[in-house]
């Protein structure tokens, strides 16, 4: 397969350009690149002229360019470079009656004049000398791509998954006895294992200079109170029967700390790396900061509470609009009033009034009373609840956040699926034609049946990845109807005086509405049917 080149011929009467059509399967020559070869030489010409000459043609064709008979030129090689400077394309020009050809010892110092140091394929200068073939382009020289390392990873062998939801009783109460949300661990037990970074190779692109693989990310063990690293640096072990927190990429392991009466002026503060259990009441004016979880059998005042996992409160927070509530995994307290609060996971509650709540998931606000009323309600997947609002039309602010890294993820996949499913189409048309002929003992060329052949495995992969494409279509369905969109579910009533948010899209509640969900829908907020 030859592409279309040209060269120039001296003849008596001027020089001619002649111009060869490519073989079937051939790339037409650019006019464009005949004339940037004449200029380079200065050779006059009528640009139209040429343009017309190469419009259409299946054969052989010649213009008389100028009457002037010019020099003969040697054969000609033109190099690019890549932007990234990992290819070098060659290609070549044919000489005029009387130029000399390129030898390979030429063309390699023309590379090497243009700073091209590595990388040199001399397998394909080798192939063009051979072959000869003119304006078509030959890599001669390549990067050596780096050798990619791989990133460290740690692996946890205890519970770091705080998710898990306390159980509700049949009167509508939470059962705060059944949490079981510590992540409980023996002495001598290993808690983590690392597997080291690896770091990568340079490679080389073609003018000899480095290049760099991806930085991997580099992670250490680090050794905390209560556990100890192996000397290799790659397992961490518990020192203690207790409770084992991951905070910040950290493990924490502690006992718990626990006081048998109230948060007050008897105990000061409590600071503690580990688990606080507090028997009585949090006062007001006091702080209770833990690496592990806050649980409070009494009633928290207008106190804070910081935790790096749970805060469990088995009554609830009067905060008087000073107290806080900030935990890096979840909430649940008996109810919540004039505090501000706020949860990496989610939060679970029987009420929340005159508050500032956010959770990173979700918020449920149920049991006997299930009601918000007052303040801002934030969460990044979904609020439900009985009641929102009032009849008194106190200003009630709820949002809910969305995911739109699942919502591209579902897109891109929707389309890939329809790009395969014609493919299928295609494919399968194709088969049944050949099988058709196959049936009826049809006499078929080698080459369909090689086509055949392929065409079944092509189809089977194709259905292979579709049949993907829906396990995770249904996967993403999932959890974009469950978190990612984001809604607002009331069993009861949402009260006018309420503002609903959802991914940026709000609306304002005019009239009482009984057993809704709010979702969005397109770019509105839109109220359905309580499901």
């Known amino acids: 397969m030859t592409n279309g080149y040209f060269r120039l011929e001296i003849r008596n009467d001027g020089t001619y350009l ?37 419009r259409n043609f299946s054969e052989k064709k010649e213009l008389r360019i100028t009457a002037i008979k010019v020099s003969a030129f ?42 091209i140091k590595s990388g040199i394929k001399e397998d394909v200068i080798d192939k063009f000398l051979a072959e000869r073939q003119y304006c078509t382009p030959y890599i001669i020289a390549e990067a050596e791509p780096p050798v990619e390392g791989s990133d460290a990873v740690v692996e946890y062998f ?55 693989p991806r930085k991997v990310n580099v992670i250490f063990l680090k050794q905390s109170k209560n556990a100890r690293l192996t000397s290799d640096g790659l397992q961490l072990i518990s020192n203690v029967n207790g409770h084992a927190v991951l905070a910040d990429k950290q493990v924490f392991v502690s006992d718990t700390y626990e006081i048998p009466g109230n948060v007050d002026v008897a105990t000061g503060d409590i600071e503690y790396n580990g688990t606080v259990i507090v028997a009585g009441n949090v006062n007001s004016g006091y702080k209770v900061h833990a690496d592990g979880d806050v649980i409070v059998e009494g ?7 910081f935790a790096g996992g749970q805060i469990v409160l088995k009554r609830g927070i009067q905060g008087m609009n000073k107290g806080i509530l900030n935990a ?26 005159h508050s500032k709540v956010t959770a990173g998931a979700e918020i449920i606000v149920r049991g006997k009373k299930g009601f918000i009323t007052g ?37 891109e996949l929707l389309n890939e699926k329809r790009t395969i499913r014609e493919n299928i189409d295609k494919t399968e048309k194709i088969l049944f034609f050949i099988s058709k002929k196959i049936k009826d003992r049809e006499q078929l060329p080698k080459e369909k049946i090689i086509q055949f052949q392929q065409l079944s495995v092509s189809n089977k992969e194709f259905k292979k990845r579709i049949e993907e494409i829906n396990a995770r279509l249904e996967e993403l369905d999932l959890m974009l109807e469950n978190s990612t969109k984001g809604y607002v579910l009331v069993d009861d009533v949402i009260y006018p005086g309420c503002k609903v948010t959802i991914s940026n899209i709000s609306t304002y509640i005019r009239s009482e509405t009984k057993h809704c969900r709010l979702i969005r829908d397109g770019a509105d907020v839109r109220v359905t049917a309580y499901k």
Request: proline share 4%.
């Open 18 to 54: 002649i111009a060869y059509p490519p073989e079937p399967g051939g790339v037409p020559c650019d006019p464009n690149e005949i004339l940037n070869y004449l200029d380079i030489y200065n050779v006059d010409y009528d640009k139209i002229a040429i343009y017309n000459l190469f």
């Open 74 to 115: 040697d054969e000609t090689m033109n190099l690019e470079i890549s932007d990234n400077f990992t290819v070098v394309t060659a290609r070549f020009y044919p000489e005029v009656e009387g130029g000399k050809k390129l030898t390979k010892d030429e063309i390699l110092w023309l590379a090497n004049k243009r700073g």
């Open 158 to 212: 205890f519970n770091t998954d705080l998710t898990k939801k306390p159980k509700m009783n049949e009167d509508g109460s939470v059962d705060f006895h059944q949490l079981d949300n510590l992540s409980k661990v023996e002495k001598d037990q290993v808690l983590a294992v690392l597997t080291p970074a690896v770091h990568g190779k340079p490679g080389v692109d073609v003018l000899g200079r480095a290049i760099q």
């Open 299 to 305: 009633i928290v005042e207008g106190a804070e509470i």
């Open 328 to 353: 890096g995994a979840n909430i649940v307290a008996k109810f919540i009033e004039s505090a501000e609060v706020r949860a990496g996971g989610f939060i679970q509650t029987e009420s929340i009034m």
């Open 375 to 411: 303040g801002i309600i934030r969460a990044g997947k979904f609020i439900e609840a009985k009641t929102a609002g009032s009849v008194m039309g106190t200003q009630t602010v709820i949002e809910v956040g969305e995911n739109m890294n699942l919502v591209e993820e579902e897109r």
